[in-house]
């Protein structure tokens, strides 16, 4: 079924250097191979005049001090810290001023930030999510927005990921809990 452009959003999760790039804190090669076939996506979204969002994980140094369970840096180590070029985006991808960035703190893009709202204000009911990584903050995002009761759609053929088992997990995951899968190819508008 074709997308409509005006209720769509390509959500592209966490393509920042400390994933994507060889120099980064938390580089995963699939990651880096994944920059093309996002960058495809988000050419496909706007060309057909839909909406494109970023997330960008960020971690102010502080974040973890008081932590007693949830410390991202105990787990992963310290990555993609507020200020830092591990934090930024990657060159590659064309962010434009229309498009809307949302720093996050944990794996679910709409915990404690303005995403929801955004899409709500802006009559977006779909996304096609893809990005970095599939099991992590690609997975938890999607989950939350079906939750939220948008229409979550991941993008399989445009995710990083740290073991190949890892992406199958949360493709399969996806596409029997809460949404729907989709290739690059496969991706149409109205």
Same mark, same amino acid.
Request: glycine share 8%; charged share 20%; proline share 5%.
């Given at each position: 079924?074709?997308?409509?452009?005006?209720?769509?959003?390509?959500?592209?999760?966490?393509?920042?250097?400390?994933?994507?790039?060889?120099?980064?804190?938390?580089?995963?090669?699939?990651?880096?191979?994944?920059?093309?076939?996002?960058?495809?996506?988000?050419?496909?979204?706007?060309?057909?005049?839909?909406?494109?969002?970023?997330?960008?994980?960020?971690?102010?140094?502080?974040?973890?001090?008081?932590?007693?369970?949830?410390?991202?840096?105990?787990?992963?180590?310290?990555?993609?810290?507020? $200020?830092?070029? +591990? &934090? !930024?985006?990657?060159?590659?991808?064309?962010?434009?001023?229309?498009?809307?960035?949302? /720093?996050?703190? #944990?794996?679910?893009?709409?915990?404690?930030?303005?995403?929801?709202?955004?899409?709500?204000?802006?009559?977006?009911?779909?996304?096609?999510?893809?990005?970095?990584?599939?099991?992590?903050?690609?997975?938890?995002?999607?989950?939350?927005?079906?939750?939220?009761?948008?229409?979550?759609?991941?993008?399989?053929?445009?995710? $990083?990921?740290? +073991? &190949? !088992?890892?992406?199958?997990?949360?493709?399969?995951?996806?596409?029997?809990?809460?949404? /729907?899968?989709? #290739?690059?190819?496969?991706?149409?508008?109205?």
């Amino acid at each position: 079924m074709p997308f409509d452009p005006e209720t769509t959003a390509a959500a592209i999760v966490d393509m920042q250097n400390g994933f994507c790039h060889p120099d980064g804190s938390l580089y995963a090669p699939p990651s880096e191979v994944a920059i093309g076939p996002v960058r495809s996506v988000v050419e496909t979204v706007r060309t057909a005049g839909g909406s494109i969002v970023y997330t960008q994980d960020i971690h102010p140094p502080e974040q973890f001090g008081d932590a007693t369970y949830y410390d991202e840096f105990d787990r992963w180590g310290e990555h993609v810290v507020e $200020g830092t070029w +591990d &934090a !930024e985006l990657v060159s590659e991808l064309d962010v434009q001023p229309a498009d809307h960035i949302v /720093e996050k703190h #944990t794996y679910d893009a709409f915990y404690q930030t303005n995403l929801e709202g955004w899409l709500r204000v802006h009559g977006i009911d779909t996304l096609l999510i893809c990005g970095t990584l599939a099991n992590v903050c690609v997975l938890h995002t999607a989950g939350s927005a079906g939750l939220r009761d948008f229409k979550p759609v991941i993008v399989e053929d445009a995710l $990083g990921y740290l +073991d &190949a !088992e890892h992406k199958a997990y949360a493709v399969e995951h996806a596409d029997w809990l809460f949404g /729907e899968t989709i #290739t690059i190819d496969e991706i149409e508008f109205q």
